[in-house]
Every structure is written in structure tokens, then in C-alpha cells.
């Protein structure tokens, strides 16, 4: 079992910045592919970020160029600095843990974390 727990959400002023931060309890948190995704309401989920064992990493095309992930295997954490925030950010953010193994795939949520860009 896995588990994911984020932080640092919050309410911020449009042109502003924010850190979230994952803590991740799976075991081997190395060997994960680690994401971002997030909710607004009455949209579907949509990823934001990933960023591999290998440390590749991806955006969506809506955060590129503000957003970036960052992950500390030392620390089992992952993180996603946002800047330049929009209100089109306004979301609940998941953070995701995903790997498969012995070709089973596992896949793991956080309890979400909820970004309100407005002034």
C-alpha cells in the first residue's frame, strides 16, 4: 500500500507563486513515477506535471514555462512550484504515484489540495 499526502495549497493573488509539496509513503518511492493532476469544478481531472525515476519530466501545455516539479528521493517528497498563477489555476491538485510491477499496475492518490487564484 501507498500513501500520498499534499500541502500548501491555499488562496493567492493572480501573477502570484505557491509550492505544493507530496509526501509519499510506497515503498522503493525511487522507482515511481511521480505526477501532479488537477480538478477544477465541472472539469475532468487533467494531468499538470510528471516526472520519472530517471528525473524526466513533463508538462501540460497550460503550465509550461510556470510550473515546475521537482522530486527528493532522499526525502520521499515531490514538489510543484507554480508561479505566475492565473485564475484559470483555480483547482484541487492531486499528487499521483504510479508504477507497475511484475506487470501490475499501482496506482496511487493523495487527498488533493485546493489552489484558488483570485484577488
Known amino acids: 500500500q501507498g500513501q500520498l499526502e499534499e500541502s500548501g495549497g491555499g488562496l493567492v493573488q493572480p501573477g502570484g507563486s505557491l509550492r505544493l509539496s507530496c509526501a509519499a509513503s510506497?515503498?522503493?518511492?525511487?522507482?515511481?513515477?511521480m505526477g501532479w493532476y488537477r480538478q477544477a469544478p465541472g472539469k475532468v481531472r487533467e494531468v499538470v506535471a510528471t516526472?520519472?525515476?530517471?528525473?524526466?519530466?513533463e508538462y501540460s501545455e497550460s503550465v509550461k514555462g510556470r510550473f515546475t516539479t521537482s522530486r527528493d528521493d532522499a526525502k520521499n517528497m515531490v514538489y510543484l512550484d507554480m508561479n505566475s498563477l492565473k485564475a484559470d489555476d483555480t483547482a484541487v491538485y492531486y499528487c499521483?504515484?504510479?508504477?507497475?510491477?511484475?506487470?501490475?499496475?499501482?496506482?496511487?492518490w493523495g487527498q488533493g489540495t485546493q489552489v484558488t487564484v483570485s484577488s
Open positions: 499521483n504515484a504510479y508504477a507497475i510491477r511484475a506487470a501490475v499496475q499501482y496506482n496511487y
Open positions: 510506497t515503498s522503493a518511492f525511487s522507482s515511481w513515477i
Open positions: 516526472v520519472t525515476p530517471d528525473g524526466s519530466k
